[in-house]
């Protein structure tokens, strides 16, 4: 697979999973260039999603962490 088709295949996995795990943030916020990068070296959209989906769930970690202190 190309890296463009990478990078549509982790954009639709994040608008499906929109509310999941911090999805979000790539649909809010990343580019394909951003998401080409955390893409890395994965060569199957499983990995790929994958590979995103870790720093989703880091972010998504810190957001839990930041709103728990807020009340």
């Given at each position: 697979?190309?890296?463009?088709?990478?990078?549509?295949?982790?954009?639709?996995?994040?608008?499906?999973?929109?509310?999941?795990g911090?999805?979000?943030?790539?649909?809010?916020?990343?580019?394909?260039?951003?998401?080409a990068?955390?893409?890395?070296?994965?060569?199957?959209?499983?990995?790929?999603?994958?590979?995103?989906?870790?720093?989703?769930?880091?972010?998504?970690?810190?957001?839990?962490?930041?709103?728990?202190?807020?009340?």
């Open positions: 697979m190309t890296i463009k088709e990478l990078v549509e295949a982790v954009k639709t996995h994040a608008r499906q999973n929109y509310n999941t911090g999805w979000d943030y790539v649909v809010e916020a990343y580019d394909d260039a951003d998401i990068e955390e893409i890395g070296d994965a060569k199957t959209v499983a990995e790929a999603i994958k590979n995103v989906g870790e720093i989703c769930g880091i972010r998504n970690e810190q957001r839990e962490d930041a709103q728990a202190e807020a009340w």
